[in-house]
């Protein structure tokens, strides 16, 4: 079973990092969406439901810890710090 059209969400607040990830994932087929914030984040991983979440330590708004925390009151989607 291949990688192809798996949802990704990575959430950093500096756009190189990215733009690089997305760079190098969309090449090998993934779904992509991104979050500049920890608001963001929570909000496009209750409307996208992602199957990955690649996740900053440090957000402008919040850690990523505290979102880490919670999202996994709700799901148990392998996130990536």
Do not use: Q
Not at 4 to 33: C, Q
């Amino acid at each position: 079973m291949g990688y192809s059209g798996t949802r990704i969400l990575i959430v950093d607040d500096e756009p190189k990092i990215v733009d690089v990830l997305e760079s190098y994932l969309k090449r090998e087929g993934f779904v992509l969406f991104s979050a500049f914030s920890g608001r963001e984040a929570y909000e496009k991983f209750e409307k996208e439901k992602p199957d990955l979440l690649i996740l900053d330590w440090m957000l402008p708004d919040t850690t990523g810890e505290e979102i880490c925390r919670t999202i996994r009151k709700k799901s148990n989607i392998p996130i990536i710090m």
